[in-house]
Every structure is written in C-alpha cells, then in structure tokens.
C-alpha cells in the first residue's frame, strides 16, 4: 500500500457524533487526497491536499472537513456524522512525475 | 461530471478466456488510468496510458485509447482465478485529479 496506513480501520458510530479519520504517508508526498466508495458511485473526491496547510475541496466535500499540519498526516473530520457518511473511505497520494495514485486500505465507517 | 463509466457492470468468464471492459469519458483528458480493487482492498494502480498513445501493454494487460470517441477498453488475455476484482478507469485533466468510473466487477470461474 505504498507506505500509507489508515485509522481506524473499522468505525461505527451514532448520528451527529463527531469522527475523525486519519491517514499516514511515511514518503514526504506532496499530494494526499480523501475520497468515499460506494455502490453504483465508484470512488468520487472529498478533499485533497497539495502541501502543508494547502487544502481543496472535491466533488462531494459538503460534511467534511480536512487538515493537514504535518507533511505525513491528512486528517478527514465529519463534524456531525449523519447516515449519508455510511461508507469506505479511501486515502491517496501521488507519488513520481504522472498523477498515478496509491492508495491505503481504507476505513469502514458505519453510521447508526 | 467528469467521471468515466465502465462497461459491462459485471462480467463472468472461465478461467483462460479473455475479459474485455471498456470505459467511456466525458471531456478532454491527459492520460487515462486502470486500477483494479480485490474485494476490502485499496485500489492498486494497473496501467496508464497517455492522450497522444493508442494502445499499450503490459504483461497480459493491453489498454486501447480512443480519444476521438473518449473511450478506452481494457484486455485481460488467459484470464486466471486470481484476476477476479473491481477493475476502474480514471482520467486525469491535469491539477493531480483524477475522476475514477464506477467499475467493472470481473469474477474469472476456475
């Protein structure tokens, strides 16, 4: 999984609770990106980063916020997990010239 | 959206047959990428290949590129059990993002 771990790796939680996910990269990457997988949806983007406190938003980032202080670290927060948030949740980074991503082994996080 | 969509959804094939998917995008791309997912897993990078390439190769890979119809096809020549996964395009329009597909589900029969 190219060096990049994920925690949890497993999550249930209850509605309006707050949840933070994180994802590690031991390479100095500059890119990390969060993305959510669900049936009939593939993988679609949340936020993504380009550097130390340089963040974007992606295709479904409503509910979610990101950060990243440290170059190794990109945190996924879900203020107030609703039901909606239900899913695999996947980081990424690119590594090497071309935008080929590697990914983490993901985190299941199920809200009740 | 920018996302590409594979077809078929879903494929079953015997083992030593070739599986053939295939991936139709929106707009103009840089290059386009193949990741295949084993069920829990992440997803592992396959194959790129880049807008100006028509086809390329890779072990019992071949990726074909049609940009004049945004489309791709991805081979899998004498398919074997351990082929069965979740196979994705992606493209890329450059700024590092990539837009994944919605996947095609491959089980290869012993």
């Known amino acids: 999984d190219a060096g990049i771990t994920q925690s949890p790796r497993h999550k249930v939680t209850e509605t309006g609770t707050p949840v933070t996910l994180r994802c590690h990269q031991t390479?100095?990457?500059?890119?990390m990106y969060w993305y959510r997988q669900d049936p009939g949806h593939g993988l679609r983007l949340i936020h993504y980063?380009?550097?130390?406190?340089?963040?974007d938003k992606g295709e479904v980032s409503d509910g979610y916020s990101v950060s990243r202080s440290k170059t190794e670290d990109f945190l996924l927060t879900l203020e107030s997990a609703t039901s909606s948030q239900t899913s695999v949740y996947f980081c990424?980074?690119?590594?090497?010239?071309?935008?080929?991503?590697?990914f983490g082994p993901g985190t299941r996080l199920t809200v009740l | 959206s920018q996302q590409g969509e594979e077809d078929p959804q879903a494929l079953s094939i015997q083992e030593g047959e070739n599986a053939t998917m295939n991936c139709s995008y929106k707009?103009?791309?840089?290059?386009l990428q193949w990741y295949r997912q084993n069920s829990g897993r992440g997803l592992v990078h396959l194959i790129l290949?880049?807008?100006?390439?028509r086809e390329k190769h890779s072990g019992r890979l071949r990726v074909t590129l049609d940009t004049s119809k945004k489309s791709s096809s991805l081979l899998i020549t004498a398919s074997r059990a351990a082929d069965t996964a979740s196979y994705f395009c992606?493209?890329?329009?450059?700024?590092?993002?990539?837009?994944f597909g919605t996947g095609t589900r491959l089980t290869v029969i012993p």
């Open positions: 390479e100095n990457h500059r890119y």
């Open positions: 990424a980074i690119t590594a090497g010239s071309t935008d080929t991503q590697y």
């Open positions: 290949i880049r807008s100006n390439e």
């Open positions: 707009t103009s791309i840089n290059n």
């Open positions: 992606a493209t890329s329009g450059g700024a590092n993002n990539l837009f």
């Open positions: 980063s380009y550097g130390v406190k340089d963040t």
